[in-house]
């Protein structure tokens, strides 16, 4: 296999600019980036429209998609999206592309060529995620690259869905292409659309139509920069190109240099390989010193033959996530941002793990991430002049369930649920609440489907879709709340789904400054209900949230078998009339409970946001549950009491740490996580 | 315990409740100016501290191992008092026993550097 580690490694930084390019950016004329940088933006964004509205999956429509523009060495120019994941690791193929295939006769660089790659290995995310990539010529001249990426639900692995929970090795994952030429002269190849087709026969009719949608969005942005090229000559396009990376590059720089130097530390905990409930930990450290920024991930568990396994790759472009969302969300999202950026990952931990792991899932791999850095960044962002822009951002989980079958129309179908996936909370700030149900932690710009086209191209009816009580992170700010959903199989007599969604025993996340956590969430399923006879009785008992659907059977508010279980679990099968939930976590609170506005509080209980024993016990704010109304006096006497009960209760640490370090998890808690308590590799990981 | 001066220019406010003394070079909480100690060392080590179990804060809805909070045996919640007026500085959910994480580390000699 010709991996090429270097180019991987470096791939999503800038290639070093010629002085053609300096030259011609020095002589861009007034307005001309202004204008012309924005007529790019506006590109992209036609390709994207053209994407979305050409495919068939839900993923184009809910937000795991991108298009970008690249200079001719492959550099990012500028994107819409979807996800940044993509507009980032998008760089890599083409430069691998540029590189080994350009003076190959076999292959070769020629105007009308279009790649296509799914390939992790070669700088992606996991296989999944699949990229049509088409360069642009004038007048036989290389001027850019256009990507078009996408989440494809179906990859022919072993099981439905793309992310399979159940891998142990690459080898379960299915149809991965490293970079391929699949078109010339403007014609696609039918022998090769063919073989995805036969790759891909769980959802054929998808990844033939999807596949056309990313080639056309690249061909559409590919026409428009070529008139735009003729209109404004070539060396104004690659001026503008380089002062695009030149503006981001320069803005980070006098950013950082803004911040306090100094060194910002946070850990959090996974609590599954994919395989079984074990604690995995991720750690960050990030310096700032001189307008740099160094990211290093040292003190993460090591790799291991579960399915929750990442490459660097994976890890760095969920960098790129956070940093182009938070502090740097003003500058062209082009590849100057990594000029002053540094990212470390330890090979052979779960961030990097050999090329044989099983990395399908590596989204939620990378997931980890968006808390630690959320968190390390608003640590060094506080005392700038960005302290509005700290935020703990989002859980960690960012995903959803599949769902595979044959639907009410006779089609087989295999698709997320782009609902969920677009239906986690964010975390609060330093002035405000998170917001509830936000989106999609990968990037906010995905849009969740309407409950109706869900419900006529699956075989699924919703037993409800509501914001989620008590799943924020409490504090003097809250986080947001996360989303309540449960669906019923109908219209076929039976759905296979898995669902890589996680923290259902250990939320990896902090809150800020002594907020709090958001809740865990277990994964539901019922079995052998009535809930369809029921509805169709208009029974009124039945549930409407997932705390209800877990007392179901007891309560007898359904038929059936409750299954209470991690979120993560591999393939299921449910019958007609089977219910599966598939809810989202909030997000992590700010400061101090006992700073809270009691009013907000009162609001909070009237909104369904918390219960009345989080107001009373958390927050420790008296509220007349039918009223809303709060008692000051009984508020400030028990809050008065519950800051006397920290000082009883709490000990100095010196004291403190002495029966703390005598505490350890269960076995089954450290099974993987590497060496207690510092998290190296103690064993060898055999992969088959 | 006073308010401390929020307006003084040695003051670098560094999180919602910590500030470091610049010129004395110690942390000190912003709600009651209770010195921490050094800032080359944790606040934390300055700190009452308490660790919780989470159901405290995260109601369970039913028993079993899956139970809408977090699960005590895996998780708990170490919560960072100031022992002046016991704000909860900092809280980190945590294994049992897993080190407490010395988070923030600022380079003084650095910032004294750049505001000359």
Redesign the interface.
């Known amino acids: 296999m010709a991996l090429d580690v270097a180019l991987i490694e470096s791939g999503i930084k800038p290639v070093p600019p010629t002085q053609e390019e300096l030259d011609a950016a020095e002589a861009l004329q007034v307005g001309d980036y202004e204008i012309f940088s924005e007529n790019l933006v506006l590109i992209a964004q036609e390709g994207k429209e053209v994407m979305t509205k050409m495919g068939i999956s839900s993923m184009l429509h809910s937000g795991d998609t991108m298009v970008g523009i690249y200079t001719a060495a492959g550099d990012l120019v500028t994107t819409v999206c979807g996800t940044l994941l993509h507009s980032v690791t998008g760089q890599i193929p083409i430069k691998y592309i540029i590189k080994h295939f350009t003076d190959d006769p076999s292959v070769g660089v020629r105007e009308g060529d279009v790649y296509y790659t799914n390939e992790a290995l070669y700088g992606g995310i996991h296989n999944p995620d699949q990229f049509a990539i088409m360069p642009v010529f004038v007048d036989g001249e290389l001027l850019a690259w256009v990507v078009s990426g996408a989440h494809q639900s179906e990859t022919g692995g072993s099981e439905p869905g793309g992310e399979i929970p159940a891998a142990t090795t690459r080898h379960d994952e299915g149809m991965k292409l490293t970079p391929i030429k699949i078109g010339e002269n403007y014609r696609l190849r039918t022998d090769l659309l063919n073989m995805m087709e036969n790759f891909i026969s769980r959802a054929p009719r998808m990844q033939v139509t999807d596949v056309k949608a990313r080639v056309a969005a690249c061909d559409r942005v590919r026409q428009r920069v070529q008139a735009m090229a003729a209109r404004r000559g070539t060396a104004t396009m690659k001026g503008l190109f380089r002062k695009m990376i030149q503006e981001t590059s320069s803005g980070v720089h006098q950013r950082v240099a803004r911040w306090v130097d100094g060194t910002y530390r946070h850990t959090v905990f996974m609590d599954t390989t994919g395989h079984e409930d074990s604690l995995l930990r991720a750690s960050v450290t990030l310096t700032v010193k001189d307008g740099k920024l160094s990211i290093d991930f040292e003190g993460s568990s090591p790799e291991h033959e579960g399915s929750y396994n990442a490459f660097a790759s994976v890890i760095r472009a969920h960098c790129a996530v956070i940093l182009f969302e938070l502090p740097f969300n003003d500058f062209p999202m082009s590849s100057g941002m990594m000029e002053h950026i540094e990212i470390a990952v330890p090979k052979g931990s779960f961030f990097d793990a050999g090329p044989e792991a099983a990395i399908s899932c590596s989204p939620l791999v990378g997931g980890m991430v968006f808390p630690l850095l959320g968190v390390v960044l608003s640590k060094a962002m506080y005392s700038s002049e960005q302290r509005d822009q700290v935020c703990g951002y989002t859980s960690s989980s960012a995903s959803a369930v599949m769902v595979s079958g044959t639907n009410q129309h006779g089609v087989r179908v295999t698709d997320f649920m782009g609902y969920p996936l677009n239906a986690y909370g964010l975390g609060a700030r330093c002035d405000q609440d998170g917001v509830d149900v936000f989106g999609f932690p990968h990037g906010p710009w995905g849009k969740a489907p309407d409950v109706e086209d869900i419900e006529s191209e699956f075989p699924l009816l919703h037993l409800y879709q509501r914001q989620m009580t008590d799943t924020c992170g409490y504090g003097k700010y809250r986080g947001g709340v996360g989303a309540s959903i449960a669906y019923i199989v109908r219209g076929s007599p039976y759905v296979a789904f898995t669902s890589s969604q996680k923290e259902s025993k250990f939320p990896a996340h902090n809150g800020l400054f002594g907020g709090y956590s958001m809740s865990t969430l277990p994964g539901i399923q019922v079995r052998g209900t009535d809930a369809l006879a029921r509805m169709a009785a208009g029974d009124p008992n039945i549930p409407t949230d997932d705390y209800e659907l877990a007392v179901a059977e007891a309560n007898k508010t359904l038929g059936g078998e409750v299954i209470m279980e991690h979120q993560t679990r591999g393939i299921r099968v449910l019958a007609e009339g089977d219910i599966l939930a598939a809810s989202t976590q909030g997000s992590g609170g700010y400061g101090d409970v006992l700073e809270r506005d009691p009013a907000s509080v009162a609001e909070d209980l009237r909104k369904e946001v918390i219960t009345l024993g989080v107001a009373r016990d958390v927050y420790g704010v008296i509220v007349d549950p039918q009223r809303f109304l709060v008692d000051e006096e009984a508020t400030a006497a028990r809050r008065q009491e519950m800051r006397q009960a920290r000082g009883a209760k709490a000990k100095p640490y010196g004291e403190w740490v002495k029966s703390w370090e005598a505490k350890r998890p269960p076995d089954q808690a450290l099974k993987w996580f590497g060496t207690w308590p510092d998290a190296k590799p103690n064993r060898d990981v055999v992969r088959i | 315990m006073s308010k401390p001066d929020t307006e003084r220019p040695s003051l ?6 910590l500030a470091i003394d610049l010129d004395a070079r110690r942390w000190q909480c912003r709600c009651c100016g209770h010195d921490l100690g050094e800032a080359a060392s944790n606040y ?8 919780r179990d989470p159901r ?4 369970p ?2 028993d ?8 005590p ?3 708990r ?5 100031c ?1 002046g007026c ?22 003084i000699d ?2 004294k550097k ?1 505001s000359a």
């Open positions: 670098l406010e560094v999180t919602e409740y934390k080590f300055a700190c009452l501290v308490a660790d405290e804060v995260h109601p809805v039913i079993g191992p899956y139970t809408f909070a977090p699960d045996d895996w998780c919640i170490v919560e960072f008092y022992p016991l704000t909860l500085i900092e809280a980190e959910y945590l294994p049992p026993g897993h080190p407490v994480t010395h988070d923030i580390e600022i380079d650095s910032l750049k």
